[in-house]
């Protein structure tokens, strides 16, 4: 009994030496430094250009690229073929991404070499930097826009504000972007009901031998779905397709 409160009286001792010790914390400390040169101001400027870049990146890639019009017609032609999640859309959207990177090829290296290496060289500033981007990226937009005879969409945008212009080319950013997104849906759906038409005609031959035989119980669906297939693997249906894409833009 005697060595229990023994123990007992070393361990209260023992905790009471460690409490009467204070914890050393480490000091933090903020401050924000003015810049030293004006160097040290165009690299924050340059951060935080390269933010907003990256912010806005999935805007950019589907509003001022061939984006849109590849991922709606990928997705009619899911649709037609009635594969539902085949291929995912993973595949899908990956597919599309590339063959934007390599449609926009043409553009990126005229903004590399036009816009952004003379700007890393010190030879123009920022300012003139995007607008030999936005220039060559509306040159792009208008030509599809002429090409698929699609100008219509940027006087009707221009006339719904009140603005009025002679040419296409006169048109602001704030016009030709809105037009030339239309511009890739209309083209997108004219794409998709062209791939529709060899498929309905599947599906309705197959119902009618199917309601001729009096399967009545048998979706038509079903049944049309590894012809659908069979058919779009016959004709090559993907080198086609991807083909016809890849022509369709003004490059």
Known sequence: MKKRW???ALLLLVSLSFAQEEV???????????????????VTLEILLILTVLTLAPSILVLFTSFT?????FSFLRNALG????????VLVGLALFLTFFIMQPVWNDIYNDALTPYLNGKIGY????DR?????????INELKNHHNEDNVFLLASSVGSKFDKVEDAP???IIP???????????????LLYVPFIVIDMVVASVLLSMGMIMIPPVLVSLPFKVLLFIAVNGWDLLVSGLIKSFAR
């Open 6 to 8: 023994l123990v007992l």
């Open 24 to 42: 050393p914390f480490p000091s933090i400390s903020i401050r924000v430094n003015p810049p030293q040169n004006q160097r040290d101001l165009v």
């Open 69 to 73: 019009r590849i991922i709606v017609v």
């Open 83 to 90: 594969t539902r999640q085949t291929p995912p859309n993973q």
């Open 127 to 130: 300012q003139e930097m995007f």
């Open 133 to 141: 981007t936005m220039n060559r990226v509306r040159q792009f937009m």
């Open 173 to 175: 950013n704030s016009v």
């Open 179 to 193: 037009a030339f997104v239309l511009g890739e849906l209309e083209i997108g759906f004219k794409m998709g009901i």
